[in-house]
């Protein structure tokens, strides 16, 4: 913010643009805390400082209402093939690809959200671009109940989940087995056999940031009911 | 004339995607490095320090993007009048 007093404007004078980084920089919290005092006692004396404090906050509540797109069906099919067609790794070095799994998965959440914010169209266009066409859907993961953390990471962003692919019938299926984890946000899943038993791995968040439930039910799981083969809450 | 039914509390949807359509356009006019604090933070509701380790800059840094891409986003989706960019 300037020198300049609230009585050198006239309420109807446009807010300098100086003024406004300014007042953005306090509306975010930038400055230290006395000088963050000041601004705000200077803002509140200033009716055009309330009134951009004001619009950053309508600014701010207009962006924290936009939902997300829902990833179209065929995005997801290609990310799953692309993710497939990743060497596997062996098992001993599953809990060893966690950290640089999460790291992938922060690069690859960073080009979505860069792309979602230039709008769903580049975010086909980007994905369609990048990742190879679909093949054929791989070989369910044999996996055992330790190592379901590890698999559920490297599973964000998989879409392999056969029926369960259907919104409907995967609410259904939870309803059945795991009330409590309808209204979770499905990251991602694959097909896989548990312990021997054949399963579908879903990785659901939690709604904490950080924190997945990773919930593994039968392959037929739906509105007639199924089995749950496991369930884990991370973070 | 017939008892019209209350109006359902959900928003128009044709608003809603109005309304996302505007915010990804006026985004899309953003530098690209303060879109992305914008959107992790303002959008995705990640915690500023959270984005920060994801960007792998500093807390400050992201504070600072978001401040410019709001005052930037403030003027452009009509809060703030033109003469202000």
Known sequence: ?235 | LPERELASPRPDPAVEVTTRMAVGEALAMVPVEQRIAVVLVDVQGYPVAEAAAILEVPVGTVKSRCARGRARLAVLLGHLREECR
């Open chain 1, 1 to 235: 913010m300037n020198d300049r007093t609230p009585e050198s404007r006239g309420p109807d004078d446009p807010a300098d643009p100086d003024d406004l980084i300014g007042l953005a920089e306090l509306d975010a919290d930038l400055p230290d805390p006395a000088e963050a005092a000041a601004g705000r006692h200077d803002a509140r004396a200033d009716p055009r400082a309330a009134e951009v404090l004001d619009a950053l906050a309508a600014t701010r509540a207009e962006l924290g209402a936009v939902e997300e797109p829902e990833l179209p069906s065929a995005v997801a099919a290609r990310w799953a093939a692309a993710l497939a067609a990743e060497p596997a790794l062996p098992q001993d070095d599953l809990r060893t690809a966690v950290r640089p799994a999460r790291r992938r998965l922060f690069r690859r959440h960073l080009v979505v959200v860069a792309a979602a914010a230039a709008g769903v169209v580049g975010v086909v266009g980007a994905v369609g671009v990048l990742t190879p066409r679909p093949g054929p859907a791989p070989p369910p993961l044999a996996v055992s109940r330790v190592d379901l953390v590890a698999v559920a990471t490297s599973t964000v962003g998989t879409m392999d989940v056969g029926a369960l692919d259907d919104p409907a019938r995967r609410a259904a299926c939870l309803r059945a087995v795991l009330p409590g984890a309808v209204g979770e946000r499905l990251l991602g899943g694959r097909r896989v056999v548990l312990d021997g038993r054949h399963g579908v791995l879903l990785v659901l968040a939690t709604g904490t940031r950080g924190g997945l439930h990773v919930v593994t039910v039968d392959p037929e799981c739906g509105p007639a009911g199924g089995a749950l083969l496991a369930q884990v809450r991370v973070g």
